[in-house]
């Protein structure tokens, strides 16, 4: 009588711990394999800054593109083009589009020292380049000031460099202004040559107004559109420099006046 009552007190608790493990069991097997904490990974999207710095670019990933479009109109095929493409070794290939019919090509050979923006050596060559002209091309303290207004290009100990590449960027842009004069003169010249000159037969006067005509279409198109891509050309490198650029910077940098050629950088 002893041992039948003790195992009716204890049947009861193994009864009821049975049936809590055989349902355990039934709702584990019916739940599908994402909700299994235990034998499956943790599938919960990840937050916080740890996955910021997870999916941010590593330092020597390029973030910013290395192709330009640069339109006459507000939109692709309201008037000429420019698309400017650099590959990794610096060689840019200009594709003008100057009619809807006409393409030229043009490729450009880099100047050494271009691919090593951002690199020491490049910011103490520009460095030196900054105090070999300052005294004569004095605006470069304009350059030079706006930048400082600049924290970020302060923090990234590559002031030079941006001074540099605004520097040459405007001197640039001057000179292809100044071949835009050229070339309009020179196109009013072969007109006025082919109008009043007695000594000219048809076969000559065609001539002159077929020069005259490429001169005012490819030539000035080609300029201008050189011209205007200058500038995106600076945003895209100094943005490549600093990791970004203001947009109040660069209109400030756009507007100072360089009066003298930029002679290229000598690698140390």
């Known amino acids: 009588m002893i041992r039948y009552h003790l195992m009716m007190k204890k049947t009861p608790a193994l009864w009821i711990g049975s049936f809590l493990l055989i349902v355990t069991v039934a709702v584990w097997r019916f739940l599908p394999p994402a909700d299994r904490s235990i034998l ?16 941010a670019p590593k330092p020597t990933q390029r973030i910013q593109p290395n192709k330009r479009v640069t339109l006459w109109g507000r939109m692709a095929g309201d008037g000429p083009m420019l698309i400017s493409e650099e590959s990794d070794s610096g060689m840019i290939t200009n594709t003008y589009q100057v009619s809807p019919t006409q393409f030229i090509v043009r490729v450009v050979s880099p100047d050494p020292m ?19 002209h300052v005294a004569t091309e004095t605006n470069l303290l304009e350059i030079k000031a706006i930048l400082e207004d600049f924290p970020t290009a302060i923090a990234s100990q590559r002031l030079y460099s941006g001074i540099r590449e605004a520097y040459a960027t405007r001197a640039r842009m001057r000179q292809l202004r100044d071949e835009g004069y050229k070339n309009s003169d020179r196109v009013s010249q072969l007109e006025n040559q082919r109008l009043n000159s007695q000594l000219l037969d048809d076969a000559q006067r065609q001539q002159l107004e077929e020069e005259a005509i490429k001169l005012s279409s490819e030539g000035s198109t080609m300029i ?41 950088l000598q690698a140390p």
Request: aromatic letters at 6%; hydrophobic letters at 30%.
């Open 224 to 264: 201008d559109l050189d011209y205007r891509d200058a500038g995106e050309r600076l945003k895209q490198r100094l943005t490549r420099l600093y990791g970004e650029l203001p947009k109040a910077v660069h209109q400030r940098l756009m507007s100072i006046e360089i009066y003298e050629p930029a002679e290229p």
């Open 114 to 132: 271009d691919q090593r923006l951002g690199s020491l050596d490049y910011e103490t060559v520009a460095k030196v380049d900054f105090e070999r």
């Open 40 to 55: 499956g990974p943790d599938r919960t999207p990840a937050t916080g800054p740890d996955v910021a710095r997870a999916v």
